[in-house]
């Protein structure tokens, strides 16, 4: 199974840039995880907000193939434990899933075309983080899902 995190526009503050790349490193000992990035769009500021979302809604769906599974990161998706979504993780394993995506949407969120392509809709918590935060949040969960499976302690530590 492969893992792809998408990402529109490139992570910003080096902080962050430093603890995707610990876990996205870590992670490669479990699985196949990829990262892509959509390019941020050129004068978004003379957009309405409508229009920007079209236009990532464009960049997201082209890139996707027939048989992905889409999960859109969304505040309005299902929330889960840390267990629970290690376990979402093993059904998804358990079925053959081939390829993941995982889509963190821009500072706007998703135009209704990505929410109708989307397989389903996860929340990473209750509370709303940026869309750059919510990048190393997504990988360090994906990390967690994984040592919970293997039944390493990393999830007590």
């Known amino acids: 199974m492969t893992i792809d995190c998408c990402y529109i526009g490139k992570t910003k503050a080096e902080y962050l840039k430093t603890g995707i790349h610990l876990y996205e490193k870590r992670l490669g000992?479990?699985?196949?995880?990829?990262?892509t990035i959509l390019p941020d769009l050129k004068n978004a500021k003379n957009l309405a907000i409508s229009e920007i979302k079209k236009k990532e809604a464009q960049l997201i769906l082209n890139r996707l193939n027939p048989g992905d599974y889409l999960v859109v990161l969304d505040e309005k998706g299902k929330h889960y434990t840390s267990r629970n979504f290690a376990d979402w993780f093993q059904q998804k394993m358990n079925r053959g899933t081939f390829r993941i995506v995982f889509q963190v949407g821009g500072a706007y969120g998703?135009?209704?075309?990505?929410?109708?392509?989307?397989?389903?809709?996860?929340?990473?918590?209750?509370?709303?983080?940026?869309?750059?935060?919510?990048?190393?949040l997504l990988v360090e969960q994906i990390y967690r899902a994984m040592t919970i499976l293997n039944n390493e302690p990393y999830h007590n530590t």
């Open 29 to 35: 000992h479990y699985l196949k995880l990829t990262t």
């Open 110 to 136: 998703f135009d209704e075309q990505v929410y109708k392509r989307a397989n389903e809709k996860i929340a990473l918590s209750s509370m709303t983080f940026s869309h750059q935060m919510i990048r190393l």
